[in-house]
C-alpha cells in the first residue's frame, strides 16, 4: 500500500532532508534483502540488529529514501525522513494503512491455540464470501510483523485476521493501537511467558488490551480470568464453549457453542438457534479453537449458513496436531510450541488416540518462570494418564517431567530421557512398532522437528 508522502511526514512529526527528492506517495520497506525500486526504507532497531547499518544498501538498491533515527547514517544529498524513534514512525505509518481500509479486522490473542484459531478465521470468512482475506503469516505477531502485515495490504482487501502475541507487559496496546480490530478474540489465559511477564495478572492484563479500542470480544466461557474479566467488559462479550450435552453451564447473554463435532448452538437474545454441523478437526483440544473462529466470524458478519457449509473444510496450520505417516508409524506432530496447558490439553487429545501402542515424545516448555518444575511435574502425570507404553523426555526439565510421572505411578523402566533429536530418533527406530501412534510435543527451542526428519529419512 502506498501512503502520501504529506501523511508520512505529518504522521512521525519527521524532519525531511532533501525533500525535492522525495515522490509524491511511497510503498514501506524494511528489509533490503527484499525491498523494491522506489519503496522507502526504515531503519528498525531491534535487540539484536539495527537498520541504520543497511542505509547505504537500501538507497543502493533503489530506495526512494530512508526514515532514520540517527541521521549521520545518511549520505550527502540523499532524500531521508528523520524521526525520534523508527519503530514508533512505522507503527504510525501502520495505523494510517489500516485506516485507509474498509476491511473487518479481526485480532486473536490468548496463551494457547492462537495460531490456530487465526488460521480458522481466516479459512471460514474466505469461505463466507469475504475474499481476498487477510492473515498474519507465521508467527509475524509482534511489534515488527503486525504493521509489516497491514503495511503489505492492498486497499481491495475486504477481511483482515490478525494475531497478536505478548513476552512482555503491555505488548498487546500498541499492535492493537495499530490494527483497530472490529473483533478480538482472546482464546484463554495460561501460563506463556510468566517468567518474563511475572505474573498471571500482568499475563492476563496485558492480553485484554486487545479490547482498548472498543472492539466486539469474542472470549472463552471456560476459562475463569476471561469470565471474570468479561463479566465487567464496557461492551458484552460473545461467549464460545465446547460442550459435550446440553449448554445448560453456559453464560449468561450471546453465545457459540459447539455440542460435540455435530451440533452448534448459537444463542442471541431472544432467540437460539440449533444448526446441525460436521466438524472434522483432529484432536479435542482443537474444539474451542473451532468455536471461538466460528463466533469471531458471524461477529465480523459472515452469514451463518455460509460458516456452517465450511466446518467441514477447516484445516489446522502446521505443526499443530499434524499427523504424519511415517513407514508403519503415525507421528502427531504438535511442537510448533508449548504451554502447560496447551500441552495438557494436547495430551487429553492423545489419551483418546485408538492405537496398539501409544509413545509420547516430551520436550520441556520455556518461559514458564518459578513454576516451571511443578507444571513440568504435572505435565509428566498428565502424560502418565494417557496410556502410554513408553514416554520419552527431553530438555531443561526433563527430571521434572519424569518425576511426575513416576508420582502418578508410572514405571520408570518405560520413560527415556533423551538429549537431542537423534537420541530420540535412535531410540525410537529401535523400539517402535508397526501400528504405534507417536506424539512430539514441546516448545518451539527444542526442535522436535528434527525427529519427525530423522524418522523420515529411513522411509526415503
Given at each position: 500500500?502506498?501512503?502520501?508522502?504529506?501523511?508520512?511526514?505529518?504522521?512521525?512529526?519527521?524532519?525531511?532532508?532533501?525533500?525535492?527528492?522525495?515522490?509524491?506517495?511511497?510503498?514501506?520497506?524494511?528489509?533490503?534483502?527484499?525491498?523494491?525500486?522506489?519503496?522507502?526504507?526504515?531503519?528498525?532497531?531491534?535487540?539484536?540488529?539495527?537498520?541504520?547499518?543497511?542505509?547505504?544498501?537500501?538507497?543502493?538498491?533503489?530506495?526512494?529514501?530512508?526514515?532514520?533515527?540517527?541521521?549521520?547514517?545518511?549520505?550527502?544529498?540523499?532524500?531521508?525522513?528523520?524521526?525520534?524513534?523508527?519503530?514508533?514512525?512505522?507503527?504510525?505509518?501502520?495505523?494510517?494503512?489500516?485506516?485507509?481500509?474498509?476491511?473487518?479486522?479481526?485480532?486473536?490473542?490468548?496463551?494457547?491455540?492462537?495460531?490456530?484459531?487465526?488460521?480458522?478465521?481466516?479459512?471460514?470468512?474466505?469461505?463466507?464470501?469475504?475474499?481476498?482475506?487477510?492473515?498474519?503469516?507465521?508467527?509475524?505477531?509482534?511489534?515488527?510483523?503486525?504493521?509489516?502485515?497491514?503495511?503489505?495490504?492492498?486497499?481491495?482487501?475486504?477481511?483482515?485476521?490478525?494475531?497478536?502475541?505478548?513476552?512482555?507487559?503491555?505488548?498487546?496496546?500498541?499492535?492493537?493501537?495499530?490494527?483497530?480490530?472490529?473483533?478480538?478474540?482472546?482464546?484463554?489465559?495460561?501460563?506463556?511467558?510468566?517468567?518474563?511477564?511475572?505474573?498471571?495478572?500482568?499475563?492476563?492484563?496485558?492480553?485484554?488490551?486487545?479490547?482498548?479500542?472498543?472492539?466486539?470480544?469474542?472470549?472463552?466461557?471456560?476459562?475463569?480470568?476471561?469470565?471474570?474479566?468479561?463479566?465487567?467488559?464496557?461492551?458484552?462479550?460473545?461467549?464460545?464453549?465446547?460442550?459435550?450435552?446440553?449448554?445448560?453451564?453456559?453464560?449468561?447473554?450471546?453465545?457459540?457453542?459447539?455440542?460435540?463435532?455435530?451440533?452448534?448452538?448459537?444463542?442471541?437474545?431472544?432467540?437460539?438457534?440449533?444448526?446441525?454441523?460436521?466438524?472434522?478437526?483432529?484432536?479435542?483440544?482443537?474444539?474451542?479453537?473451532?468455536?471461538?473462529?466460528?463466533?469471531?466470524?458471524?461477529?465480523?458478519?459472515?452469514?451463518?449458513?455460509?460458516?456452517?457449509?465450511?466446518?467441514?473444510?477447516?484445516?489446522?496450520?502446521?505443526?499443530?496436531?499434524?499427523?504424519?505417516?511415517?513407514?508403519?508409524?503415525?507421528?502427531?506432530?504438535?511442537?510448533?510450541?508449548?504451554?502447560?496447558?496447551g500441552t495438557l490439553a494436547t495430551l487429553g487429545s492423545f489419551a483418546r488416540e485408538a492405537a496398539p501402542r501409544k509413545i509420547a515424545v516430551l520436550g520441556s516448555m520455556a518461559e514458564l518462570g518459578s513454576e516451571a518444575p511443578a507444571m513440568h511435574e504435572?505435565?509428566?502425570?498428565?502424560?502418565?494418564?494417557?496410556?502410554?507404553?513408553?514416554?520419552?523426555?527431553?530438555?531443561?526439565?526433563?527430571?521434572?517431567?519424569?518425576?511426575?510421572?513416576?508420582?502418578?505411578?508410572?514405571?520408570?523402566?518405560?520413560?527415556?530421557?533423551?538429549?537431542?533429536?537423534?537420541?530420540?530418533?535412535?531410540?525410537?527406530?529401535?523400539?517402535?512398532?508397526?501400528?504405534?501412534?507417536?506424539?512430539?510435543?514441546?516448545?518451539?527451542?527444542?526442535?522436535?522437528?528434527?525427529?519427525?526428519?530423522?524418522?523420515?529419512?529411513?522411509?526415503?
Amino acid at each position: 500500500m502506498k501512503l502520501l508522502l504529506a501523511t508520512l511526514i505529518e504522521t512521525s512529526a519527521a524532519i525531511v532532508l532533501n525533500r525535492e527528492r522525495l515522490p509524491e506517495a511511497a510503498s514501506i520497506s524494511t528489509d533490503t534483502r527484499v525491498l523494491e525500486p522506489g519503496e522507502l526504507y526504515v531503519a528498525l532497531r531491534g535487540e539484536h540488529f539495527d537498520g541504520h547499518a543497511f542505509v547505504g544498501a537500501a538507497l543502493e538498491r533503489g530506495a526512494c529514501g530512508v526514515v532514520v533515527s540517527d541521521p549521520a547514517v545518511v549520505p550527502a544529498g540523499a532524500p531521508a525522513l528523520v524521526v525520534a524513534e523508527t519503530l514508533a514512525a512505522y507503527h504510525a505509518f501502520a495505523a494510517c494503512a489500516r485506516a485507509r481500509l474498509s476491511a473487518r479486522v479481526v485480532a486473536v490473542t490468548g496463551s494457547a491455540g492462537k495460531t490456530t484459531t487465526k488460521e480458522f478465521i481466516g479459512q471460514l470468512l474466505e469461505a463466507a464470501g469475504f475474499a481476498p482475506v487477510a492473515t498474519t503469516p507465521a508467527n509475524e505477531n509482534n511489534e515488527f510483523g503486525v504493521p509489516k502485515l497491514f503495511l503489505g495490504l492492498e486497499p481491495n482487501v475486504r477481511a483482515v485476521v490478525v494475531e497478536f502475541g505478548a513476552r512482555h507487559p503491555g505488548d498487546i496496546l500498541p499492535l492493537t493501537q495499530i490494527a483497530r480490530p472490529d473483533v478480538a478474540v482472546v482464546t484463554n489465559i495460561g501460563e506463556a511467558h510468566l517468567e518474563i511477564m511475572g505474573s498471571r495478572e500482568k499475563l492476563a492484563a496485558t492480553k485484554f488490551e486487545i479490547l482498548t479500542t472498543g472492539a466486539q470480544p469474542v472470549l472463552n466461557a471456560d476459562d475463569d480470568e476471561s469470565s471474570a474479566r468479561g463479566a465487567v467488559s464496557t461492551r458484552e462479550p460473545i461467549w464460545f464453549a465446547v460442550r459435550e450435552r446440553a449448554p445448560s453451564s453456559l453464560p449468561k447473554g450471546r453465545v457459540v457453542a459447539l455440542l460435540g463435532r455435530e451440533t452448534l448452538v448459537v444463542r442471541e437474545p431472544g432467540e437460539t438457534r440449533h444448526y446441525a454441523i460436521d466438524c472434522s478437526v483432529p484432536g479435542e483440544h482443537n474444539l474451542p479453537n473451532v468455536a471461538a473462529a466460528i463466533a469471531a466470524a458471524l461477529a465480523a458478519g459472515a452469514p451463518a449458513q455460509a460458516v456452517i457449509e465450511a466446518i467441514p473444510s477447516l484445516a489446522l496450520p502446521h505443526g499443530r496436531y499434524e499427523r504424519v505417516r511415517v513407514g508403519e508409524l503415525d507421528v502427531i506432530y504438535d511442537a510448533y510450541n508449548a504451554s502447560m496447558s496447551g500441552t495438557l490439553a494436547t495430551l487429553g487429545s492423545f489419551a483418546r488416540e485408538a492405537a496398539p501402542r501409544k509413545i509420547a515424545v516430551l520436550g520441556s516448555m520455556a518461559e514458564l518462570g518459578s513454576e516451571a518444575p511443578a507444571m513440568h511435574e504435572r505435565v509428566g502425570a498428565a502424560a502418565a494418564a494417557s496410556g502410554l507404553a513408553a514416554m520419552l523426555v527431553g530438555g531443561e526439565f526433563a527430571g521434572d517431567l519424569a518425576r511426575g510421572a513416576c508420582g502418578a505411578g508410572f514405571s520408570d523402566e518405560c520413560i527415556v530421557v533423551f538429549g537431542d533429536g537423534a537420541q530420540a530418533v535412535a531410540w525410537l527406530r529401535a523400539n517402535a512398532r508397526a501400528g504405534d501412534v507417536v506424539l512430539l510435543k514441546a516448545s518451539r527451542r527444542y526442535h522436535l522437528e528434527d525427529v519427525l526428519e530423522g524418522l523420515r529419512a529411513t522411509h526415503v
